[in-house]
């Protein structure tokens, strides 16, 4: 997606993802578009990341073990939720979409409603009503839905459960297949499945995405990353690049006190942050000091970044999003992924062209069937284009949830991992 080339040396980037195999746990996670704090920060603490303070659904890591044959393999380790995973949260609320919000994008710092300059050092501040043009509302209305404890409950715990379940599923599979399914595009594919010859021409993005899944059918184009490929870990981050998240001490504080969502969302840690706003001056609130007595400080929200490579950052060392994955569903004009004729999403990497891989998508309850005390016009209100924004149908129109994966829950599956699971 860059013209601009990775210029990190192929044999240090082996050397580091051989250490992150070893050393560093994958930590998993999903946004929602409820926002997860009642009363939020004066707006000079925030700037543009409005939707950092929406609820994190942790999901558990992933770790590498080695197998009977010695061979460093996946393992998922979902968190578990039980009843006290509920318990002192802030108010959840669903947000609207704001009738002012900005229209356009800014060319100018004299035009932009959000940022001015200081004199005399022309230092970039927010400015101070900034928030009345945000795409969502900053501050809760009278208007704005507050969840109760039976809606939270029964939605988060099956948003964890749809993509807990999906994940194990994924990881099981590949440790039954001994490495992740793939294919390999060439001439005769291309032929075969939609009469391009590509000695003369280059296929299409639509026309890769057809000669796919046409090889994907036939064991002769068939193939298999296994694990002794020096590029498993790689394709095996990308497969799972929307639910990875950049790792940080969040995640060993989260699992050290048993929470499944950001910490922030949690009214003794979201207290504490204010606490020490007025009386220390903090400027910055995705962290906190715990005790002031410490330099320990902890990121109470988790950074609700765009950019996927920001959050993939941390496990793949010098293999840039930008430079190294290339997708055939990714339209660059409207930079958005677009599905497959059977509504998949694939991959190839720089290092290994015409070998294409799956990559999944969230899953998120279906509006049709919502969960317990919800009804159809709540869960449309979760359908904002903030998280999914990236992946969008190709009528144009936004789908919520993502287009579920075949490798999915089956029954037994489900049973499998029951015990992760309140009643």
Known sequence: MSIMMDKTPIEKRREKTKFLIDKRPIYLGIWSNIVSIDDRFD???????????????????????????????PEYIPNKITKFSFEGLNN???????????????TTRDENPFYEISDPYRILTTKPDGYKYFKT????????????REQIISYFTELHKLNSTFIKNYVDFINSNFGISSCVLNRDVYMESVGVDTNKYSPTNKQKMIAIEYALKLPQYRSKIPYFSE????YFVYSLKSFCVANNDSFQFMEKNNLIFNPGAYKKYYELIQYNIK??????????????????????????SNDEDS?????????????????????????????????????????????????????????????????????????????????????????????????????????????????
């Open 279 to 304: 009386n220390y001056g903090a400027s910055e609130v995705y962290e906190t000091y715990l005790d002031r007595k410490s330099s320990d400080r902890v990121p109470l929200f988790i950074r609700n």
């Open 92 to 106: 959840f609320w669903l947000n609207e979409i704001n009738p002012n919000a900005l229209k356009f994008t800014p």
């Open 137 to 148: 509302f900053y501050f809760r209305s009278p208007k704005n839905i507050v969840l109760n």
């Open 311 to 423: 959050q993939l950052f941390s496990y793949l060392y010098g293999y840039s999003e930008y430079d190294f994955f290339h997708s055939p569903n990714y339209d660059s004009p409207a930079k958005i992924y677009i599905p497959s004729p059977l509504d998949k999403y694939y991959f190839e990497i720089a290092d290994a062209k015409n070998t294409f891989v799956e990559f999944y998508m969230r899953i998120y309850p279906k509006i049709d069937k919502p969960p317990k005390g919800w009804n159809k016009e709540m869960m449309r209100k979760l359908d904002l284009n903030l998280v999914e924004e990236s992946y969008r149908k190709r009528s144009g129109k936004f789908s919520y949830p993502p287009p579920i994966p075949d490798i999915l829950p089956s029954p037994g599956a489900i049973r499998d991992i029951e015990d992760y699971y309140i009643d």
């Open 231 to 234: 590029f498993f870990y790689v």
């Open 43 to 73: 707006y000079k603490y925030l700037g543009l990341n409005s939707n950092d303070f929406n609820v994190f659904l942790y999901l558990g890591k992933i770790i590498f073990k080695k197998n009977e044959r010695g061979i460093l393999v």
